[in-house]
């Protein structure tokens, strides 16, 4: 009889207080503060310029330039935020929550949308015509500034051999 005495409040307590487990996931739970969530990206805002992979202390991320994606191996990623803290263009952020449970181990890779590609892709082009143009521009400068002094070379030389043949 003690004994039920003894643990009487803790299970009046239990009958009418509510569950403290919650029907996730059909209620969607509240992160604590300071919870690390996992990384997400805004892909087309990226530039990839692998700054975010240069920082990685896990090497867990890697970027295709041409291809235009940004892959992530979430099993190795320690949320450190160091990614975050480096990209230019603050299209990665550290949002709350965990990834979604998956059958298989594998990397996520982000592609960026046509539109976006596409006009990379004339960026680029314009960026290489440009250069080609400006190494045209400085070589046809070097050649007439050789053809210069090839000619005033040959300029003096005719000068000094009037003056050497009356001596
Ligand atoms: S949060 Fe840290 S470990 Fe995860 S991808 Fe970014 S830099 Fe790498
Ligand atoms: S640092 Fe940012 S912009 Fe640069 S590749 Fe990584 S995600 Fe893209």
């Not at 919650?22 to 087309?44: T, W």
């Not at 530039?47 to 991320?61: A, D, E, N, Y």
């Not at 965990?98 to 314009?126: D, G, I, M």
């Amino acid at each position: 009889m003690s004994r039920v005495m003894k643990f009487a409040p803790v299970i009046l307590k239990n009958l009418f207080s509510k569950p403290v487990t919650r029907r996730y996931p059909d209620v969607p739970i509240k992160y604590p503060e300071g919870d690390r969530g996992h990384v997400e990206i805004q892909i087309d805002k990226c530039i990839s310029c692998g700054m975010c992979v240069r920082s990685c202390p896990t090497g867990t991320l890697s970027v295709d330039r041409m291809k235009g994606t940004w892959t992530i191996d979430r099993f190795d990623c320690v949320q450190c935020g160091y990614c975050v803290l480096k990209c230019p263009v603050k299209c990665l952020s550290i949002v709350p929550g965990y990834q979604e449970p998956e059958r298989e181990k594998a990397s996520q890779t982000y592609q960026k949308s046509p539109e976006v590609l596409k006009a990379e892709a004339e960026k680029r082009a314009k960026q290489a015509a440009l250069a080609k143009e400006m190494a045209a521009k400085k070589a046809a400068a070097l050649k007439a500034k050789k053809e210069a002094e090839a000619a005033a070379a040959a300029g003096k030389a005719a000068e000094s051999a009037p003056a050497a043949a009356k001596n």
